[in-house]
């Protein structure tokens, strides 16, 4: 492969593997809920800014919510 290590982007057409493996990459575990409740906010905010692509640090942000909510504390 030319030396070029593969990387997963998460796009709006993301399924629930690929939002988890995203998640995984910047430390963030995911139930099925989570899951779930990432892969509505990716494809909403990719129609809201009109760019197929979620960059990390959005979505880092977004999971950081996400998960501390889950855990029992205010997001």
Do not use: C, N
């Not at 998460?10 to 575990?29: E, I, M, N, Y």
């Not at 990719?46 to 919510?65: C, K, N, Q, S």
């Amino acid at each position: 492969m030319l030396g070029i290590a593969p990387r997963v982007v998460l796009t709006h057409l993301a399924s629930a593997r690929v939002v988890t493996a995203v998640a995984t990459r910047l430390d963030h575990t995911l139930d099925r809920e989570q899951t779930h409740a990432a892969m509505t906010w990716v494809k909403e905010r990719a129609y809201r800014t009109g760019r197929a692509v979620i960059e990390d640090d959005a979505f880092a942000d977004y999971l950081a919510g996400l998960t501390h909510h889950h855990d029992g504390g205010t997001p």
